[in-house]
C-alpha cells in the first residue's frame, strides 16, 4: 500500500474467508507516524459487531489489544513527545467543554515545554559559569559577578511564580468545580436553578419545600464546568424527612467551591436570610436577590447588609432577568480578575506544580547562597535539583516512577 494514502477494500479473515466489512486503511510507516514506528489504521462502519468480529480477526493473526495508554506511551518512549504533551492528551480525551480541549491543545502542541526552555538554558548558563569559576579558581576567566548571576535567579523564579500562580485557575479550567444554590424555602432556588440550566431540570411551585433532597446538574459557564446543585430550603422543621433534606443541604454547601444564596427581595426580609449569611459567612458566596421583577419589599441598606463584602446581583429567575450579569459574576468569583484571560500558559497539572514549585525554592535558595557569600560548590548543588525538577516536568528526569502512574489512567487504544 502507498504510504499515507486511504485505499478503500474489503476485509475478509483469512481463516475463514468470510468477509467481516468493506473499510478504508492508511499504512504510516516509520518514522512519520504518532510512535514513530510502522503504524496501520483501519476504519470500518461503526457496528460494535462488527469491531468486535474485526478485533477478533486480527487478535488471532497473532495481533494483542494494547494496553491503556500504550500508543501514547510509545510516543513518548521513542521521542515523538515529550511527558507533558503525552499528559494533555489525556486531558484532551477528558475534556467536556471546548476551552478545556483549547487549553490541552495547548499543551499537547508542546506550549509548556517551550515556554521552560528558555529557564532552563538560563540555569545552565549559570551552572556552566559557576562550574567554571568551581574548576578554574586560579585563571583569570571572565566569571559573572554574583549580583548579576542572583539579579538572573530572580528573572528565573518570577517566571515560575506566574506558572505557580496560574495553577489554581489552570486546576479550575481541568477539573471544574461544584456550587450549591442555598436559601430558605420558597425563595425561588429551583428557579435560579433552571435559569442557569436554562431548562426545566427542578421542580417549581408556589409551595414551600417542593424540593427535599438534592438535585444535581453539570453546566458550562465561560468553558468551565461546573457541578450544579439545588438544595433543600434551610429552615425550622419538625419533619424528619425535610431535616434529611437539610442535612444533606449542608454538606454540599460545605464541599461547594461556591455558594449562591438565594433570597426573595419581593417579600419582607426573614430572620432565617440573616442566619444563613452568619452560618455561610466563611465561605465564597455570592447574594443572589431573586424576583426583582416584582416590587422590592427590602430597603437598600437591607440588601447592603444581607451581601456584605459577597458580590451581591438581582435577578428574575422567572423572566431571566439578571441571569447573565449572574453567570458573569460567578466566573468572576471563581477566577478572579483575570478570569476571562485566555492568552498565556496555564499549569494545569498538579504535578506540574509540584516540581515548578520545589524549582523555585531551589532557585531562592541558590540565590540565598550567593547572597550570604557561601562556597559555589553550595549555590550548584541547589541549581542542579532545580534543574532536575524542571527536567522531570517534561519526562527528561526522574521518568519510571511516573510513567506507570500516569498512562494507567488512560483508556484503551491511546
Excluded at 61 to 77: Q, S, Y
Excluded at 258 to 265: C, E, S
Aim: include cysteine; aromatic fraction near 4%.
Amino acid at each position: 500500500m502507498p504510504p499515507r494514502h486511504a485505499m478503500l477494500g474489503r476485509i475478509v479473515d483469512p481463516r475463514n474467508g468470510y468477509e467481516v466489512d468493506e473499510a478504508i486503511a492508511t499504512c504510516f510507516p516509520s518514522p512519520n507516524s504518532f510512535t514513530r514506528e510502522d503504524v496501520a489504521e483501519i476504519s470500518i462502519h461503526g457496528s460494535p459487531v462488527l469491531v468486535a468480529a474485526l478485533l477478533d480477526c486480527i487478535c488471532g493473526l497473532g495481533a494483542r489489544l494494547a494496553d491503556p495508554g500504550e500508543f501514547t506511551l510509545r510516543a513518548f518512549l521513542n521521542g515523538r513527545i515529550d511527558l507533558t504533551q503525552a499528559e494533555a492528551v489525556q486531558d484532551l480525551i477528558n475534556a467536556t467543554t471546548l476551552y478545556q480541549a483549547q487549553v490541552a491543545g495547548r499543551q499537547r502542541s508542546g506550549a509548556l515545554a517551550k515556554q521552560l526552555k528558555p529557564v532552563k538554558e538560563l540555569l545552565i548558563d549559570i551552572i556552566v559559569n559557576l562550574e567554571t569559576a568551581v574548576e578554574f579558581v586560579e585563571e583569570e576567566l571572565p566569571i559573572a559577578s554574583r549580583e548579576k548571576i542572583i539579579r538572573q535567579l530572580e528573572q528565573a523564579r518570577q517566571c515560575l511564580r506566574e506558572w505557580i500562580d496560574s495553577f489554581r485557575r489552570g486546576r479550575i479550567i481541568r477539573d471544574g468545580l461544584s456550587m450549591a444554590i442555598a436559601g430558605r424555602p420558597n425563595v425561588g432556588k429551583s428557579s435560579v436553578f433552571n435559569a442557569l440550566l436554562a431548562q426545566s431540570r427542578s421542580i417549581v411551585t408556589d409551595m414551600p419545600g417542593t424540593t427535599r433532597d438534592l438535585i444535581s446538574e453539570y453546566m458550562d459557564i465561560g468553558g468551565i464546568p461546573i457541578r450544579l446543585q439545588d438544595t433543600a430550603g434551610i429552615h425550622n422543621s419538625d419533619d424528619q424527612i425535610e431535616r434529611f433534606g437539610m442535612d444533606r443541604s449542608y454538606e454540599a454547601i460545605a464541599d461547594a467551591d461556591v455558594v449562591l444564596l438565594v433570597v426573595n427581595i419581593g417579600e419582607p426580609r426573614c430572620q432565617q436570610d440573616l442566619v444563613l449569611k452568619r452560618q455561610l459567612a466563611d465561605l465564597s458566596c455570592i447574594a443572589v436577590m431573586n424576583k426583582s421583577d416584582l416590587p422590592s419589599c427590602w430597603s437598600s441598606q437591607e440588601k447592603a447588609e444581607l451581601a456584605g463584602d459577597w458580590p451581591c446581583v438581582e435577578v428574575s429567575a422567572k423572566d431571566g432577568l439578571g441571569i447573565e450579569e449572574l453567570r458573569e459574576m460567578i466566573i468572576s468569583r471563581i477566577m478572579g480578575p483575570d478570569g476571562t484571560r485566555r492568552d498565556g500558559i496555564l499549569i494545569t497539572n498538579l504535578r506540574h506544580c509540584h516540581s515548578l514549585e520545589e524549582a523555585e525554592r531551589n532557585l531562592a535558595s541558590a540565590a540565598t547562597a550567593l547572597q550570604e557569600n557561601i562556597s559555589e560548590e553550595f549555590v550548584l548543588a541547589d541549581l542542579h535539583r532545580g534543574l532536575e525538577q524542571l527536567d522531570a516536568i517534561t519526562g527528561e528526569t526522574h521518568v519510571e516512577d511516573l510513567l506507570d502512574k500516569i498512562f494507567s489512567r488512560f483508556c484503551i487504544g491511546k
